[in-house]
């Protein structure tokens, strides 16, 4: 039998080698690869698209880790991949409300940031956890990848975390303010060893995932190696126009120039006339002044000087004066901030509108004007509104007459003022600087819209040659000016919407111009700054953002004035193809010589269109009308209401004097009785020798009363002989010549208020143009208002013909002569007008106007002032007129004759008729003689009445007899 083989167990298979050399391989290539991802990004600060895990400080070996290194645990991973996957709302907001801007040994030793925390959500937040981190080896050198940050959106990896605080829960609507700090000597800020800007992250996120809040914000280190021979420091200037948002009227003081009454409170002069001469000798004090300055500042002050020598007009430099009196600005937020934080701070320039000079204060100086009311030139040049027609000329907005203004202000100063004119609400274009450069502005300050301007192709200064020739142009840098301004760079960049967080935004932004190296190649150019702050912005914490930047090390401060001349003669010598070396050194200033040697003059490229919207150029043009139209009507006072020396006579313009008003009065009523006068001279010549005489004597003993009816009643000068005017008029040439000067300063005065309002329209800053359009209105209304009529009474006429007695009062400081207009209401009724009436001047004149009547009834009158070229002045009066009863002339001369006739009648037969015998015994008395009884009587009846008077019965008797008979 064949045995089966036994079964013995299989030999385990022997490890060969080279499966265990793959082994280890694969193993050491999966611990290498984790390492990368794990070590080499906190090592080496990488920076990339990093998504979610951006800001996270990953645990590294121990070696690796020092122990005073924080890292992130594993709940950080979860909260990361949680506010990911989960789209939910935010309802956590975090604002910075104190940060430290610059860190190192020239800056402070603890960096610190305190963020408030708030939930604005309806539920409660849970507990989180508030993480302050940055990247040590990223410096910024670019203006776009600050921006970029700043949003949100150029992703850097803030591997190194400054420091982390626990937050607990908050309730709906409840806020909490955590405090993170970081040394200058610990991780991850002592990696820091060069100069420059390094970004912070802030990053708030709940422990149950549902809230993660970030914000990005800035932090500059400064070793102090920004002075280096290697760096420039960064030059900076920061202006802020001082102007007006709104204007206000001083009624009273209005009503003063327009009656020329108060003139002592009008100017610093005891009489207008003598305010008037010293706005003139100011006027042409200050353009001879800029004139001869003018020679080294090319095309500013220079043009300006040559066109002051034509500002000596004594008119226009009064209104100037009388405006800066009658007009009060109210300035706009920006600006009253500037005039509070600028004694404080040197750095902070001004750039004033010459009637805004009455609000600076103490120690604040503005070395650089304005144009007159910040006048918008692109406005003023490219809208479609006429404004010429309105009263404004190129001289009212030309720098000579801005320094004329300013001339006249106890705050001027004695140096040399540039004048500046101000981007408005448009672009700077070609026909706004040609406009601004023939008013004496070669300099401008562009906000936006022109190359300069654009945060990647930034310069300082730049040049456009136009038909008129050079002019400078400054560009604001848009950011940092905005910034100042007190708002956010944009909308996404949450930091910034805090004080803190915007100062350590500017401090940051500065130090781009002190980076050696830079990639950006307008970063030389960035090396000079200029920040125009935004009068319309709050500015409210402009004080703290003056004292951060004036506490970096890398900013040198310019002036506004000393950048003008720098710019000036930079591009003169550009102009004049000289060494850049020659026209950089002579365009120092007061600058230092590093400053000025950065300095660089390109051609700026000056947009076509001014980007102001088609509704804002309509608005302007309704208000240009408006102003035109009531400039009109100034101007329809003077050549049509105003009499002329020859009409109105010298003496009666005299009366502008004191006692004006009793003299006027006492004119008016030698007027209203001139016409009485006229028609009883001839009887009173012709009554007698003698009464001719004396009254010749009386006029010749009171020679001023007829000087004084002379110069009152000028419209009977057609009745009066030569040899009566002649010796009069030569003898009171003098005070016509005064007159007539009073007459030129008032006029000139109220031509240039007008104008001062107009301009005022023009404000770039204005918020409401409409009030100085209705302002100038009021004017004019005011003017034509001073002659008007009195409220007659209403007429009650007993016949068909009636007088209606008219009143014009006339409160002008001048003679005025006009008609009066009278249109009936009806067809019964008809009435006649008066014209040349002349009244004098703070007086009145009573004319008379004749109705006539066809019919009964009631009816009314019409009565309207009309100028001398037969245009209404003044609104309509309304006179009611009534006939009660009526008569006809002819029916009443017939009454009358036959009244003559029965009264004729009646007396001659009350002499004639014959008494009868009752009354022949009274006349008689009761007499017993013959001669006491009754003419015609006979003896019987005597006889009959003695008896009567015996015996009572027989006189019955002898009554019934005659009764009978």
Not at 301 to 310: M, Q, V
Not at 323 to 347: D, K
Not at 474 to 502: F, K, M, P, V
């Amino acid at each position: 039998m064949k045995r089966k083989p036994t079964a013995h167990p299989q030999a385990p298979r022997r490890f060969r080698p080279p499966h265990a050399v793959v082994c280890c391989l694969a193993i050491v290539l999966s611990i290498a690869t984790l390492g990368a991802f794990t070590v080499l990004p906190a090592v080496l600060g990488v920076s990339g698209s990093l998504g979610s895990q951006d800001g996270f400080a990953y645990a590294d070996d121990a070696v690796a880790a020092p122990a005073v290194r924080q890292v992130a645990d594993q709940s950080d991973y979860q909260a990361a991949d949680q506010s990911t996957a989960q789209a939910t709302e935010q309802a956590a907001i975090v604002s910075i409300t104190a940060q430290t801007p610059i860190i190192g040994s020239a800056g402070a030793s603890t960096y610190s940031i305190t963020v408030t925390i708030t939930n604005m959500s309806d539920s409660a937040l849970s507990t989180g956890t508030l993480r302050v981190s940055t990247n040590p080896d990223m410096t910024f050198s670019t203006t776009s990848d600050m921006q970029q940050w700043a949003e949100g959106s150029l992703d850097i990896w803030a591997s190194g975390v400054i420091d982390k605080q626990p937050v607990g829960s908050l309730s709906p609507g409840s806020s909490v303010s955590i405090t993170a700090t970081g040394s200058v000597g610990d991780y991850p800020l002592n990696e820091i060893t060069d100069f420059g800007a390094r970004p912070i992250l802030v990053r708030y996120a709940t422990d149950d995932g549902t809230q993660t809040v970030e914000a990005h914000t800035f932090v500059t280190f400064d070793n102090g190696s920004s002075s280096a021979s290697s760096r420039t420091n960064t030059h900076l200037t920061i202006a802020a126009p001082i102007v007006a948002q709104s204007w206000s009227t001083d009624t009273g003081k209005r009503d003063d120039v327009l009656k020329q009454t108060g003139s002592a409170n009008l100017s610093n002069s005891t009489s207008s006339a003598e305010a008037g001469d010293a706005g003139a000798r100011a006027g042409t004090n200050a353009g001879t002044t800029t004139g001869a300055t003018g020679t080294n500042n090319t095309n500013n002050s220079g043009a300006a000087g040559s066109s002051g020598t034509s500002s000596t007009n004594a008119g226009a430099n009064a209104a100037s004066l009388v405006a800066t009196q009658v007009i009060s600005p109210s300035l706009a937020p920006g600006s009253s901030a500037a005039l509070e934080a600028a004694p404080s701070h040197s750095s902070l320039s001004l750039a004033t509108d010459p009637y805004c000079l009455g609000s600076l204060e103490g120690s604040s100086v503005s070395s650089v004007l304005l144009p007159p009311a910040d006048a918008d030139f692109t406005v003023y040049s490219q809208s479609s509104a006429d404004w010429a027609s309105a009263g404004i000329s190129a001289e009212s907005l030309s720098a000579a007459q801005s320094a004329a203004i300013a001339a006249t202000h106890p705050q001027a100063t004695s140096r040399t003022q540039h004048a500046v004119a101000w981007q408005g609400k448009g672009n700077w274009t070609y026909s706004a600087l040609i406009a601004a450069q023939q008013d004496g502005y070669g300099t401008v300050v562009s906000l936006s819209g022109n190359t300069g301007t654009s945060t990647s192709t930034y310069h300082a200064v730049t040049r456009t040659i136009t038909d008129e020739g050079t002019v400078s142009v400054l560009n604001a840098e848009s950011t940092l000016s905005t910034l100042a301004s007190g708002e956010a760079s944009s909308s996404a960049a949450t930091a910034e919407g805090s004080t803190a967080g915007r100062i350590s935004r500017i401090v940051a932004q500065t130090s781009l111009g002190s980076i050696s190296e830079a990639s950006d190649s307008s970063a030389d150019a960035y090396s000079r700054l200029l920040v125009a702050l935004d009068p319309s912005g709050s500015c409210t914490d402009l004080d703290a953002v003056l004292s951060s930047l004036e506490s970096a090390h890398w900013i040198s401060w310019d002036s506004l004035d000393t950048l003008i001349s720098a710019a000036q003669n930079a591009d003169a010598a550009q102009s004049s193809a000289q060494s850049s070396t020659s026209g950089e050194s002579s365009a120092s200033g007061t600058s230092s010589a590093s400053g000025t040697s950065r300095i660089s003059v390109s051609d700026a490229i000056v947009p076509a269109d001014s980007g102001i919207a088609s509704a804002v150029d309509s608005a302007y043009a309704t208000k240009a009308q408006s102003l035109a139209t009531s400039h009109n009507e100034l101007t329809r006072f003077f050549t049509a209401v105003l009499t002329s020396p020859d009409a109105s006579g010298d003496g009666s313009q005299g009366s502008q004097g004191s006692g004006a008003a009793d003299s006027g009065a006492s004119g008016s009523a030698a007027s209203s009785s001139a016409a009485s006068s006229d028609s009883a001279s001839s009887s009173a010549s012709s009554a007698s020798p003698e009464s001719s005489d004396s009254a010749d004597s009386s006029a010749s003993d009171s020679p001023s009363s007829d000087s004084s009816e002379s110069s009152k009643s000028p419209a009977s000068s057609d009745s009066s002989s030569a040899a009566t005017v002649a010796p009069f008029a030569s003898a009171s040439a003098p005070s016509a010549n005064a007159s007539n000067r009073g007459t030129e300063r008032w006029q000139a005065q109220l031509e240039a208020l007008h104008t001062a309002y107009a301009i005022r329209t023009l404000d770039a800053a204005l918020s409401d143009g409409d009030g100085t359009v209705d302002s100038a209105s009021s004017l004019a209304t005011g003017l034509l208002g001073l002659v008007h009529l009195q409220q007659p009474n209403s007429v009650v006429m007993m016949s068909s013909t009636a007088n209606l007695p008219v009143t014009i009062v006339n409160d002008a400081p001048v003679d005025v002569k006009v008609s009066v207009s009278a249109q009936s209401g009806a067809t019964s009724l008809s009435v006649s007008g008066s014209d040349g009436i002349l009244i004098a001047s703070r007086g009145e004149q009573q004319v008379t106007l004749a109705l006539q009547a066809y019919s009964s009834g009631s009816s009314y009158v019409e009565l309207q002032l009309h100028d001398s070229h037969d245009q209404a002045l003044g609104s309509i009066i309304t006179v009611g007129v009534s006939n009660s009863l009526r008569l006809n002339d002819g029916l009443g001369n017939a009454i009358i004759v036959l009244a003559i006739i029965l009264a004729v009648g009646g007396l001659w037969r009350q002499f004639h008729r014959k008494p009868v015998a009752s009354e022949a015994v009274v006349a008689s008395g009761g007499g017993t003689d013959a001669d006491d009884s009754p003419a015609g009587g006979t003896p019987e009846q005597s006889s009959a009445s003695r008896n009567t008077s015996n015996d009572g019965s027989a006189g019955n008797t002898s009554s019934e007899k005659g009764v009978n008979a």
